[in-house]
C-alpha cells in the first residue's frame, strides 16, 4: 500500500511517500480502508523529534483518519459488540461490520488498568497515539483496535469525519470536562488558527459562552469573527491582557484555553479572573515560561493539564458532530502523495483549522 511516512527525525527531507507493506488485522483488531486523514501538530513533534519520545522508524505519520472498515481480525466483533455506548445516534449505528464508515480515536488504552477500569482511559499507563507509538493513518490502510473505530455520522464527508477527532476530543475535554465552562462565561482563546484552538472557539460558543481570541493574523481574526468569537486581539501588536481587562470590565475571563504555552502563560495568568481557571494542553511555544506562582495562589487559580479525552468524552463529540451542533473547520485538502506540502503549510502556521489528506 502507498503511505507517507518519516524514516528518521529531522526537517522535510525524513518524510517518505512510497510503498510499506499491508497491515494485518491481528486478534481484536480492525482493518479500515482510509480515505482521509488529517494533520495535528502531534505529527511535527514525531518528525521533528522530541526528548523522551522514542520513535521506530519508519514510522507512518497521521492520528485522525477515516474510512471503511475491510476486515475485522478475530474476536474484533465480539469487543464491537461489547463496547460500552453513551447511547444516542452513535449506538444506533452499531455494530460495526465489514463496509461500514468509520472513523478513528487515535488514543490507544491498555483496557486493564486501574484508570482504565474507571473510564479514563486518556489517563492509562500504557496510553499511545495513533501515528505516534504505532503507524499511523496517512495510508491507505491502518489496523486499529477493534475499541478504537467509532461509526461516522450520516451525511459527513470522510474529509470532514478525519478532520475533527483529535482536536476536537482534546479540546471538548479542555473546555468542558477539565474547564467546566458554564453558560454566560467569558474565556480566551490563545493562537485561534490552530486545530485545537478553533475547536475550542466553536465548543465554547456551542456552550454559551462569551469568547475571545488572540492571533498574529487579521485575515485569522476575521474567520473567528465569522464564527462567533466577539473580540479578536492580535497578540504580536496589542497587549491581550490590557485587552482582557477592558472586554470583561477590569475583571479577567472565567477560563483560559491555552496550547500554546511560552510568553501566553504569563498573558493567561494576568487575564484570567479572581477564582477562574486555566486549561493547558500543549506548549507549541515553550513548555518551561516562569511559572508566576505568586499570581496563581494570590488569584486562586485553578490550574488544569489536559490531554486528549476518555471515551465518554469521545462519544459527547461524536454526537455533537452527528447532530450538527458543532462542524469541523477544513482548512484545506492535499492528497496524500503531497502529505510534505501540507505539513510545511502547518509549520508555517499559514492554516486555520485543519488540513486534511484525500487518500485515493
Ligand atoms: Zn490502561
Not at 196 to 224: F, H, N, W, Y
Given at each position: 500500500?502507498?503511505?507517507?511516512?518519516?524514516?528518521?527525525?529531522?526537517?522535510?527531507?525524513?518524510?517518505?511517500?512510497?510503498?510499506?507493506?499491508?497491515?494485518?488485522?491481528?486478534?481484536?483488531?480492525?482493518?479500515?480502508?482510509i480515505?482521509?486523514?488529517?494533520?495535528?501538530?502531534?505529527?511535527?513533534?514525531?518528525?521533528?523529534?522530541?526528548?523522551?519520545?522514542?520513535?521506530?522508524?519508519?514510522?507512518?505519520?497521521?492520528?485522525?483518519?477515516?474510512?471503511?472498515?475491510?476486515?475485522?481480525?478475530?474476536?474484533?466483533?465480539?469487543?464491537?459488540?461489547?463496547?460500552?455506548?453513551?447511547?444516542?445516534?452513535?449506538?444506533?449505528?452499531?455494530?460495526?461490520?465489514?463496509?461500514?464508515?468509520?472513523?478513528?480515536?487515535?488514543?490507544?488504552?491498555c483496557?486493564?488498568?486501574?484508570?482504565?477500569?474507571?473510564?479514563?482511559?486518556?489517563?492509562?499507563?500504557?496510553?499511545?497515539?495513533?501515528?505516534?507509538?504505532?503507524?499511523?493513518?496517512?495510508?491507505?490502510?491502518?489496523?486499529?483496535?477493534?475499541?478504537?473505530?467509532?461509526?461516522?455520522?450520516?451525511?459527513?464527508?470522510?474529509?470532514?469525519?478525519?478532520?475533527?477527532?483529535?482536536?476536537?476530543?482534546?479540546?471538548?475535554?479542555?473546555?468542558?470536562?477539565?474547564?467546566?465552562?458554564?453558560?454566560?462565561?467569558?474565556?480566551?482563546?490563545?493562537?485561534?488558527?490552530?486545530?485545537?484552538?478553533?475547536?475550542?472557539?466553536?465548543?465554547?460558543l456551542?456552550?454559551?459562552?462569551?469568547?475571545m481570541?488572540?492571533?498574529?493574523?487579521?485575515?485569522?481574526?476575521?474567520?473567528?469573527?465569522?464564527?462567533?468569537?466577539?473580540?479578536?486581539?492580535?497578540?504580536?501588536?496589542?497587549?491581550?491582557?490590557?485587552?482582557?481587562?477592558?472586554?470583561?470590565?477590569?475583571?479577567?475571563?472565567?477560563?483560559?484555553?491555552?496550547?500554546v504555552?511560552?510568553?501566553?502563560?504569563?498573558?493567561?495568568?494576568?487575564?484570567?479572573?479572581?477564582?477562574?481557571?486555566?486549561?493547558?494542553c500543549?506548549?507549541?511555544?515553550?513548555?518551561?515560561?516562569?511559572?508566576?506562582?505568586?499570581?496563581?495562589f494570590?488569584?486562586?487559580?485553578?490550574?488544569?493539564?489536559?490531554?486528549?479525552?476518555?471515551?465518554?468524552?469521545?462519544?459527547?463529540?461524536?454526537?455533537?458532530?452527528?447532530?450538527?451542533?458543532?462542524a469541523?473547520?477544513?482548512?484545506?485538502?492535499?492528497?496524500?502523495?503531497?502529505?510534505?506540502?501540507?505539513?510545511?503549510?502547518?509549520?508555517?502556521?499559514?492554516?486555520f483549522?485543519?488540513?486534511?489528506?484525500?487518500?485515493?
Amino acid at each position: 500500500m502507498n503511505a507517507a511516512f518519516v524514516v528518521a527525525h529531522g526537517g522535510p527531507e525524513v518524510l517518505r511517500y512510497g510503498v510499506r507493506p499491508t497491515p494485518a488485522a491481528g486478534r481484536g483488531d480492525v482493518l479500515v480502508r482510509i480515505r482521509a486523514a488529517s494533520l495535528n501538530h502531534l505529527d511535527l513533534w514525531v518528525r521533528n523529534g522530541i526528548p523522551g519520545l522514542p520513535i521506530q522508524f519508519p514510522r507512518i505519520l497521521g492520528a485522525d483518519g477515516a474510512g471503511e472498515i475491510l476486515e475485522l481480525g478475530d474476536g474484533a466483533a465480539e469487543i464491537l459488540a461489547a463496547l460500552p455506548s453513551a447511547g444516542g445516534p452513535v449506538r444506533a449505528r452499531r455494530p460495526l461490520e465489514a463496509g461500514a464508515r468509520v472513523l478513528l480515536n487515535p488514543g490507544l488504552s491498555c483496557g486493564r488498568c486501574e484508570f482504565c477500569a474507571r473510564g479514563e482511559e486518556n489517563l492509562c499507563i500504557r496510553y499511545r497515539l495513533v501515528g505516534e507509538h504505532v503507524d499511523g493513518t496517512w495510508a491507505e490502510c491502518v489496523a486499529v483496535p477493534a475499541a478504537s473505530v467509532f461509526p461516522a455520522p450520516d451525511g459527513l464527508s470522510f474529509e470532514a469525519c478525519a478532520a475533527f477527532p483529535l482536536v476536537f476530543l482534546t479540546a471538548w475535554r479542555m473546555v468542558r470536562v477539565r474547564g467546566r465552562l458554564a453558560p454566560g462565561e467569558t474565556v480566551l482563546v490563545h493562537g485561534v488558527g490552530g486545530g485545537v484552538s478553533s475547536a475550542a472557539l466553536q465548543i465554547a460558543l456551542e456552550a454559551g459562552a462569551r469568547v475571545m481570541v488572540t492571533s498574529s493574523s487579521d485575515e485569522k481574526l476575521a474567520r473567528a469573527a465569522e464564527i462567533g468569537a466577539e473580540r479578536g486581539v492580535r497578540y504580536d501588536r496589542e497587549d491581550v491582557a490590557l485587552a482582557v481587562r477592558e472586554w470583561t470590565s477590569k475583571r479577567g475571563v472565567d477560563l483560559v484555553v491555552d496550547s500554546v504555552g511560552g510568553p501566553a502563560w504569563s498573558t493567561s495568568l494576568d487575564a484570567v479572573a479572581r477564582g477562574g481557571r486555566i486549561v493547558t494542553c500543549g506548549a507549541t511555544a515553550g513548555g518551561d515560561p516562569p511559572a508566576r506562582i505568586q499570581r496563581i495562589f494570590w488569584k486562586q487559580v485553578d490550574v488544569l493539564g489536559s490531554t486528549m479525552g476518555n471515551r465518554r468524552d469521545f462519544e459527547a463529540v461524536l454526537e455533537k458532530v452527528s447532530a450538527g451542533a458543532l462542524a469541523p473547520l477544513i482548512d484545506s485538502v492535499f492528497p496524500l502523495a503531497r502529505a510534505g506540502d501540507a505539513m510545511a503549510r502547518l509549520e508555517a502556521r499559514a492554516h486555520f483549522g485543519k488540513i486534511v489528506l484525500g487518500v485515493p
